[in-house]
């Protein structure tokens, strides 16, 4: 990757125009960089998920929305740029307790795991959620969110360090991956599994399922192809279900926002949640940011800012 002049975007109708003050790093554009996630049609062809900063310009037919405002944006892509245009109905105030820099940190993530855990896999109080990957920027939202909602909280990492910060931020059950089996360390299973390993952990997922359990993909890190048992998942009553945030039509994500703004921005605001940032770094730096990324050298988010 390189830092490089590029013409600004145009705004459309219904788009708003945001000075990026800094861009969220994700696992999918490491994977974009890598040639294996290509951005969906007409979207910016640069990476970047999400974004925050002040709205330079507001298209027609938007309203809400004025040159000035303080704002952070889920993206289709380019964010990491010193402008993007954005579907308005994407974006979301910057939360109150927040600075603007820090909430490029929120949108990726809290639209991931609402859209995900409660919207689509229905998440209750009292119920047992396990997460794969519990220090990365999914994971902690997701062990914030789960406990906010009054659930158990079991996360898998691959460290002493980052199961430690998982617990601070209120995992109940810390297993490490690299020496326990999370099949057999979960007591009464799982109803609700959030996975980013795909294949890999596919038939343990399964048997880590509770009955009427819903095991939910939202990454292949353990490849894209693999075989398990149906027998469990019937006898069960478990159903596997997996999808993508960025491929959706604007109007899905603009609910998926929308209901991140009533449900998630006030925990925020309450400091009962908080977004967890590792690092930040120069945009101009982006590809040492995804050096860290693809070691899994940081917990929660990195951050890039504009120069």
Not at 52 to 78: K, N, Q, T, Y
Not at 168 to 183: M, S, Y
Not at 248 to 268: G, Q, T
Request: glycine share 12%; aromatic share 4%; hydrophobic share 45%.
């Amino acid at each position: 990757m390189v830092w490089a002049e590029v013409p600004d975007p145009v705004v459309g109708p219904g788009e708003v125009l945001v000075d990026v003050a800094a861009a969220g790093v994700n696992r999918a554009d490491v994977l974009q960089r890598q040639g294996n996630y290509s951005p969906p049609p007409g979207a910016s062809p640069y990476p970047g998920l999400e974004c925050s900063g002040r709205i330079a310009a507001v298209g027609e037919g938007v309203a809400g929305w004025s040159e000035g405002d303080e704002v952070c944006a889920l993206l289709s892509g380019g964010g990491y740029a010193e402008r993007v245009a954005v579907p308005a109905g994407q974006l979301l105030p910057v939360p109150a307790g927040c600075s603007t820099v820090t909430a490029a940190a929120l949108p990726e993530v809290a639209c991931t795991v609402w859209s995900m855990v409660f919207m689509q896999a229905g998440l209750c109080a009292g119920e047992t959620l396990l997460v794969h990957g519990g220090a990365s920027g999914i994971g902690t939202m997701a062990v914030q969110l789960a406990k906010a909602a009054g659930a158990r909280v079991a996360v898998t990492a691959g460290s002493a360090e980052k199961l430690a910060r998982c617990r601070d931020l209120g995992a109940d059950v810390l297993i490490n991956h690299r020496e326990q089996d999370f099949a057999e360390e979960l007591s009464g299973g799982a109803d609700v599994v959030l996975d980013i390993m795909g294949a890999k952990y596919l038939g343990r997922n399964v048997r880590a399922l509770a009955p009427g359990g819903r095991l939910v993909i939202i990454g292949f890190q353990g490849g894209v192809k693999g075989e398990f048992d149906l027998r469990p998942l019937m006898a069960k009553r478990a159903s596997v279900t997996s999808a993508s945030l960025r491929a959706r039509p604007p109007e899905e994500k603009a609910a998926i926002v929308s209901a991140v703004r009533a449900n998630v921005w006030p925990l925020v605001a309450e400091a009962r949640l908080h977004p967890v940032v590792d690092r930040t770094l120069p945009l101009s730096e982006a590809a040492e940011a995804h050096r860290v990324m693809e070691a899994n050298l940081h917990t929660g988010k990195i951050l890039l800012t504009r120069p």
